[in-house]
């Protein structure tokens, strides 16, 4: 049994490649082809009209204040996972079959990886541009600078960046003989999880959530600390919907589990479709942060609300304005054919 299951290790034989028995079963099975994809079409359902309003107030309807950039790119980081999410419901609908080719397979997963923890670099940066507004009020005007933030926006492409050049750079598909598809970075050989990707996935892990994660426990836990509610739905994106994958993760590439570590693999698989609901909840934790933001938002859900409400009152109007016509019309045959028989 090999030591490395955060994907299934892909056998090579002369005959050409497959998984093992177990593994076979598993990868066809339904908690793959069928509660995933389910999970990230809810995800991608409720997360990117939300983002998407939350990205048009942000760039269309607040001042261009530097902390808006954060939750500006916050939003744009979001809307990139969730637009890759198609291809994956597709492929997991599929029996895990990819057939966009492996260049794609690569952009897909780079984006899915690189924007997932640019994310979460992101909410770290709101966290602390919160914590010096608060707590170093002061001096808020200089940490808080436009130079400061374009420095933090730079901070987290160049996160984003990093965690997708491994696997730009990295064969990602791989052809399965046996059940006659191809995956996408689900079967991988031995060597090369060992070799490349433990050393990329523990990097992640410590920079891309380990460190994040350290930086808003000490801002929300500040005796200055934030609304209740941002507190809530801060550490509800990390503790339920990012902390399994990334423990699942470390336990996936250490030692500590010696058999059936293949069965690592599916629930792995499925906290990573949860994690892609903190993209669900990060436009609400905007509506907590920003008073700005709070009022634009609720300013334009208003305005469609009133907009909806008047076009049916003038379908309501038209439809009655019709039948009044209609019943003038009708009286007016009746008189003229009174006046006829006269």
């Not at 998984?19 to 082809?33: A, F, P």
């Not at 359902?45 to 916050?74: H, Q």
């Not at 010096?132 to 960046?161: C, D, E, N, Y």
């Not at 006659?180 to 079967?187: E, G, K, L, M, P």
Request: proline content about 4%; overall charge positive; glycine content about 2%.
């Amino acid at each position: 049994m090999s030591a490395y299951s955060r994907s299934f290790n892909l056998i090579i034989t002369s005959n050409g490649t497959t998984l093992d028995e177990k593994q076979l079963e598993q990868i066809q099975s339904s908690s793959t082809t069928l509660y995933l994809p389910v999970l990230y079409l809810l995800a991608f359902i409720v997360g990117l009209p939300s983002n998407l309003l939350a990205l048009w107030v942000l760039v269309f309807r607040t001042n261009p204040l530097p902390s808006t950039m954060l939750l500006i790119n916050l939003t744009v980081a979001d809307c990139l996972l969730l637009l890759v999410l198609p291809f994956r419901i597709v492929y997991h609908f599929r029996g895990n079959h990819w057939e966009l080719g492996e260049p794609f397979c690569r952009v897909v997963m780079a984006m899915f990886y690189g924007n997932m923890y640019g994310s979460v670099w992101c909410l770290a940066l709101v966290a602390l541009d919160r914590y010096i507004a608060l707590v170093h009020p002061f001096g808020a005007k200089l940490l808080r600078s436009q130079q400061t933030s374009v420095l933090m926006t730079v901070t987290v492409w160049v996160v984003v960046l990093s965690a997708m050049l491994p696997l730009l750079v990295s064969q990602q598909t791989y052809t399965l003989d046996k059940l006659n598809i191809t995956t996408c970075h689900d079967a991988l050989p031995p060597e090369t999880q060992k070799n490349f990707f433990l050393p990329y996935f523990a990097t992640l892990f410590a920079s891309c959530f380990l460190l994040p994660l350290l930086v808003i426990l000490f801002c929300h836990s500040s005796r200055y600390g934030h609304a209740v509610r941002v507190t809530v739905l801060v550490l509800l994106v990390f503790f339920v919907c990012v902390l399994p994958s990334n423990i699942l993760l470390l336990i996936s590439y250490t030692s500590f589990l010696k058999k059936d570590r293949d069965d690592v693999y599916v629930p792995y698989m499925v906290s990573l479709a949860v994690s892609t609901f903190n993209s669900c909840i990060d436009p609400f934790i905007f509506y907590y942060v920003s008073a700005e933001f709070r009022e634009k938002a609720s300013d334009v859900l208003c305005w469609y609300c009133r907009s909806r409400d008047k076009l049916s009152s003038m379908g309501t109007n038209v439809s009655c304005s019709s039948s009044s016509l209609g019943a003038r019309s009708k009286v007016t045959v009746h008189v003229q054919s009174a006046c006829q028989d006269v």
